[in-house]
């Protein structure tokens, strides 16, 4: 079976600081992908960045990079340079391949708090 | 190009009642993901539909079905509700792949059960 855990459940920063959220996940699948997903107070959650499990180069998107760790089963996010609009619930995910699709299993979220 | 959209946008209802929340995918996508959020955790998968059929269930009872329309869209049915049915509902929609790329979400359907 498959499980994601977040262990921090609310983080709260300044403006500007950089923000590090954890995820560790187990699965006995050899190929995965793995998701982060934003959730504003209205709801929709938000796709932010997808990461196939052959692929553990970390990268840059703009205010946003991520450290996929293999080794260690972990896939951590973090958000450079904080803004108030960043204030969300954050949450970690985990999908098989093959015929499974695109089914996700969550971690229980990271709430980010952003003051002014 | 829309994207995925819930209705209603919130529900009340009295325990064991039924009820129907609907679903209707982003344009050009053919599957149909249900997840239910209690307050402050993350979202359970309910089930998936793709060409008309539930694919993939996830551990919820049967008073949990759904229903894919032939235009893609989704209804989520639950039966004899409970309090404890009391949740975000949430759609997700994507394309039947292998799992490589991202599900995009609606807003939601706030359940309260009373």
């Known amino acids: 079976a498959q499980k994601v855990t977040q262990a921090q459940t609310e983080i709260s920063v300044v403006e500007k600081e950089d923000v590090t959220l954890d995820c560790v996940y187990e699965t006995r699948d050899t190929t995965y992908y793995l998701f982060w997903y934003k959730q504003p107070p209205s709801g929709e959650l938000v796709f932010l960045i997808r990461r196939n499990s052959f692929d553990e180069q970390n990268e840059i998107s703009g205010r946003y990079s991520w450290n996929f760790q293999k080794s260690t089963s972990s896939f951590n996010f973090t958000i450079t340079a904080s803004q108030v609009v960043d204030s969300a619930v954050y949450f970690c995910?985990?999908?098989?391949?093959?015929?499974?699709?695109?089914?996700?299993?969550f971690g229980g979220g990271t709430r980010v708090l952003v003051k002014p | 190009d829309a994207g995925v959209t819930q209705s209603p946008t919130h529900l009340i209802k009295t325990r064991g009642q039924q009820v129907t929340l609907r679903c209707s995918p982003k344009s050009g996508h053919d599957t149909v993901s249900w997840y239910q959020q209690a307050l402050g955790q993350g979202p359970q998968f309910i089930f998936q539909?793709?060409?008309?059929?539930?694919?993939q269930r996830g551990n919820f009872p049967d008073r949990f079905s759904g229903h894919q329309f032939p235009n893609y869209s989704s209804e989520l049915n639950v039966n004899a509700l409970l309090l404890g049915d009391s949740a975000l509902y949430l759609c997700a929609s994507s394309f039947f792949t292998l799992g490589n790329t991202e599900a995009f979400f609606g807003q939601g359907t706030r359940l309260t059960v009373v």
């Open positions: 539909y793709y060409e008309e059929e539930e694919r």
């Open positions: 995910a985990l999908s098989e391949a093959g015929a499974a699709g695109n089914k996700l299993t």
